[in-house]
């Protein structure tokens, strides 16, 4: 039987910069380097990635926590309001 991973919410895009794919991300919950997250929103965008780089402030960070807003680079085109889970 296989085990399915529990999602977890942990924030929600609150901007996203096309010309150069970088989300801004507020966060409920911690998130460190290395970690996989899901973005989900709108009819056709759900997809995971790894979280490769993070910035918060302009500075590179290897984790963030609640209350931070951190940027990295995503491989598809989001919008403000997506939901950002754990997994």
Same mark, same amino acid.
């Given at each position: ?34 970690e ?14 790894? /979280? ?8 590179? /960070?290897?984790?963030?926590?609640? !209350?931070?807003? /951190? !940027?990295?680079?995503?491989?598809e085109?989001?919008?403000?309001g ?6």
């Amino acid at each position: 039987m296989l085990k399915t991973k529990k999602e977890e919410f942990i924030g929600k895009i609150s901007h996203y910069f096309d010309n150069i794919k970088v989300a801004v991300i507020n966060l409920e919950k911690n998130l460190k380097i290395g970690e996989t997250i899901r973005i989900k929103g709108g009819e056709k965008t759900d997809f995971t990635q790894e /979280v490769k780089s993070m910035e918060s402030e302009h500075e590179k /960070v290897e984790k963030a926590k609640k !209350g931070d807003s /951190v !940027g990295m680079k995503v491989k598809e085109k989001i919008r403000e309001g997506y939901k950002v889970y754990k997994v």
